[in-house]
């Protein structure tokens, strides 16, 4: 009560109690977590007593007309956990208590947070609606619904069809805060929709923690100091970036909004980079979004890009640039194992792009995220997958709300996979390993994907070195890493010119 009294002076215009996911006031409504015996313990409204009691001391201290939201876990997605019936019958009772709204969430923190509290990628677009329109038709106050509401026109889809009366935005106002403008404005195609990739979320769960960054959207954390950098140019010069991946079209962008004359080259006939391999395994749709909204901003800044353009050193000096950003990526690592050269074995890259035919049965060397979702992809494919891991766990670059979430999808899928491998040899008829235990194992395989991860490509920037009057590298082509690192690169260099 003194907590909302204090929110009320100090200016808010309203407040929520939190009474999801698995915090306090969540874990006395949920049956699974409260076995007390009694006057908060037992029967639905014993559990919903400690919420009602909260809201009460909220109305006292702050007063009656002080817009109080109360936040509920509708389905804790667990067995023997809340289900939307009787959150039902709790939202009821915290209506009568005087709260203003109800806003639906799903999942509890401690078990399936990269599921549904903030959920992965791999978890459906505006995933909690059900659950709304079922409060809503329960409830006489406005319902408010979270979950992966990204779209603007989703979030109008949900309103028209009387699945909430609100939508909440969290990651997505933090990839493009500017969204509910776009939207007005008819800009949908300029809006930097959340992926949903958990970057954020990584960088304050797994150190060295970050306090806040985010894939798509390289001012976060850092607004002041972007803002600043994004002046015009003091002396306008004629750019050339290569490579049209996120960082080199970024990189493009930012230099154009600064008053550069860009030009980009681009080695493939299409934009994206390796993002177009990134949106071929399953649940990874989202991606396709980060490709058309960089695009876009190509065609919108108009920025000279040429496709199926080679940088060869040639071609730059014709070109001749103030400066070049070079943009030009990785290539697959190829480990040293015994047999890599056999005719079986591929990258990951041509397993993904189709340009590899792979046979029935085939063995992932590499169980990181990449080879985890190459495996599931082959997996719907029809092919009988196995993983091969030479760390103690899979996916273990990410953090492990999500690389749960992942493992999950290849248990799911019944992929087998081999962890703490220290020994492995390709023959023509599959790979014999030795196994954590110290066991030899020998697994029968049509085809060997490498999926071990990539090492930057230098070569393009060495052959420029003192051909140019100015030259930068970014992204894959310093040190192999992911979109954030692309992104921001991108932009600082661009800032800098």
């Known amino acids: 009560g003194e907590g909302a009294r204090r929110t009320k002076e100090a200016g808010f215009d309203g407040l929520m109690i939190h009474g999801g996911s698995g915090y306090l006031t969540s874990e006395m409504v949920s049956p699974q977590a409260n076995r007390r015996t009694d006057e908060y313990g037992g029967s639905t409204e014993k559990r919903a007593r400690f919420s009602l009691n909260l809201i009460a001391q909220v109305k006292k201290n702050a007063g009656a007309d002080f817009p109080l939201i109360y936040r509920i876990t509708a389905d804790e997605k667990i067995e023997g956990g809340l289900k939307v019936d009787e959150a039902t019958i709790i939202c009821k009772l915290v209506e009568q208590a005087g709260a203003d709204a109800i806003d639906v969430i799903s999942g509890i923190n401690y078990v399936n947070f990269g599921s549904y509290v903030v959920a992965y990628m791999y978890t459906p677009r505006a995933h909690n609606i059900e659950l709304s329109e079922a409060i809503k038709k329960a409830v006489k106050i406005p319902v408010m619904v979270a979950g992966r509401i990204n779209d603007p026109q989703l979030a109008e889809d949900i309103l028209q069809k009387g699945q909430a009366d609100f939508v909440d935005m969290g990651r997505t106002l933090i990839s493009d805060p500017e969204l509910p403008n776009k939207a007005k404005a008819g800009q949908e195609k300029s809006i930097c929709r959340c992926i949903a990739c958990g970057r954020c979320i990584e960088a304050i769960f797994k150190p060295p923690v970050i306090p806040m960054i985010c894939s798509v959207n390289p001012a976060v954390g850092r607004e002041k100091e972007f803002a600043a950098a994004m002046k015009p140019a003091a002396k306008k010069k004629n750019v050339l970036v290569i490579g049209g991946g996120p960082g080199g079209m970024e990189a493009a962008a930012i230099a154009t909004e600064r008053g550069h004359k860009v030009t980009l080259w681009e080695k493939d006939k299409k934009l994206g980079g390796l993002l177009n391999l990134a949106i071929v395994p399953p649940k990874k749709e989202e991606i396709k979004n980060l490709i058309d909204y960089l695009s876009h901003r190509m065609e919108f800044l108009k920025i000279d890009v040429k496709l199926g353009k080679e940088a060869t050193p040639q071609a730059v000096a014709q070109f001749t640039p103030d400066a070049v950003i070079v943009a030009s990526g990785s290539k697959p ?11 079986k074995v591929v990258s990951f890259r041509d ?10 049965k085939v063995v992932v060397i590499g169980g990181g995220f990449v080879g985890c979702e190459v495996a599931d992809y082959l997996a719907t494919k029809g092919k009988d997958v196995t993983i091969v891991e030479i760390l103690p766990d899979l996916a273990s670059e990410l953090v492990y709300l999500y690389a749960d ?3 999950e999808e290849l248990k799911e899928k019944k992929i087998p996979s081999y962890t703490g491998v220290k020994d492995e040899v390709i023959t023509d008829k599959g790979i014999e390993i030795v196994d954590k235990d110290g066991k030899q194992v020998f697994l029968e395989a049509d085809n060997i994907v490498i999926a071990t991860g990539s090492v930057c490509d230098k070569t393009v920037f060495e052959s420029l070195k003192g051909k140019v009057p100015e030259l930068y590298e970014i992204g894959d082509c310093v040190q192999a890493r992911r979109i954030y690192e692309a992104i921001s690169e991108g932009a600082e260099v661009a800032q800098k010119l």
């Open 333 to 343: 690592l190829m480990p040293k194992i015994k047999g890599i050269e056999n005719k």
């Open 351 to 360: 397993a993904l792009s189709g340009e590899a035919q792979l046979g029935k």
């Open 405 to 407: 979430v992942i493992k």
